[in-house]
């Protein structure tokens, strides 16, 4: 069985440099990677493009990397929580690929099967489907959409093991599984790292095939991005 433990967060990020492609998981402020999130921080990389369903907010997930201005492009569906993003969008100080969130993530799980695109009818008519080949199935229109390329991907998982196999939880699951192996390299950091064979296989979401580099991670704040209750009576 092949042994994809690595010792730390510095381990894990090795090779990462400006200029380069990151996918990163998490839905809202739910599966982030947060300790891959830190150590870019701490690197200080560059120029980088981001591919992420949200940017998390000002001072927390990716949100931290903006605050530091060390993204130059993020690719993104849902960016309405992040005060920091609209300043930098609106300023024209970073490039913004908004994208519908269907096919945002499928772009990621085309990486994933290594399909190169494939043709979807979200954002037909609109900015959406600018510059991208159109096609007729059947009466509707469809706009063809290409496999996202990227370096490195970040993964949060709940439960993983030492050949990589992961289990995630709630809606962490949302973009978390389709990033993975849909990069070169893909990085994954777990609440609980376990060893081989201490998994149900039939519990496993995603197999150790798609998965590089795995590590134990910390201090995860489980942050809620809207704290809503009802009133006492």
Known sequence: MINKKVNNVQ?????????????????GLCGIPENAIAELVKLDVRDVTCISNNAGVDDFGLGLLLQNKQIKKMISSYVGE???FERQMLSGELEVEL???G????????AQAGFPAFYTPAGFGTEVAEGKETRDFDGKMYVLE???KADFAFIKAWKGDAAGNLIFKGTSRNFNPNMCGAATITVVEVEELVAVGE???????IPGIFVQRIFQGKDYEKRIEQRTVRKRN
């Open 82 to 84: 992040n005060d920091e």
């Open 146 to 148: 290409p496999a996202f």
């Open 11 to 27: 381990d894990a990020l090795k090779g990462v440099k400006n200029g380069m492609t990151f996918m990163l998981g998490g839905f």
């Open 199 to 205: 998994l149900d296989p039939n519990n496993i979401h």
């Open 99 to 101: 994208t519908p969130q």
């Open 103 to 110: 096919t945002l993530a499928e772009k990621c799980r085309a």
